[in-house]
């Protein structure tokens, strides 16, 4: 009788293997996975504010839009492509171009009416005002 090692992640490990070859043989695929952009946007809040930063390099603000509905802050944008790849043979594309559009749940409690936006430097700055909270009121209710 012969006995055999137990081995649970072997397909694992075969799996991720053989995925591993696809992209390395056909590195057409793999950059077109990679080629949508997603700008990175930072989000923190003070006792005031909810702040947004986007990172977005080389586009200017006429190619962006901002607009808030339903207490959902949405960012789109287009970033385009500024070169021509006639008569060039390219060793390597790594910048990503396209659309964009990144949406983002606000809180109940914030001003809808100040909202401040600046762009400088490929970097989009978004600023919005926290409402002041309503405190209940105490009701005395009479008996009948």
Do not use: C, W
Not at 13 to 23: A, E, Q, S, W
Not at 53 to 79: C, F, Q, R, W, Y
Not at 84 to 110: C, H, Q, V, W, Y
């Amino acid at each position: 009788m012969t006995l055999i090692k137990f081995e649970p992640f072997r397909d694992l490990d075969l799996l991720n293997t053989n995925i591993r070859r696809f992209f390395d043989d056909f590195p057409t695929a793999a950059q077109e996975f990679s080629s949508t952009y997603h700008p990175k946007i930072d989000v923190y809040e003070d006792d005031k504010k909810i702040y947004f930063e986007a990172e977005v390099p080389g586009m200017n603000k006429k190619d962006l839009n901002i607009s808030v509905h339903d207490n959902i802050l949405t960012v789109t944008g287009e970033k385009k492509k500024e070169y021509e790849e006639k008569g060039k043979n390219f060793f390597r594309m790594e910048r990503a171009f396209g659309s964009f559009t990144r949406s983002f749940t606000l809180p109940d409690e914030i001003n809808a009416d100040k909202i401040d936006a600046k762009f400088t430097d490929g970097i989009l700055k978004i600023e919005i005002e926290k409402a002041i909270p309503k405190k209940p009121e105490e009701r005395v209710i009479s008996i009948n």
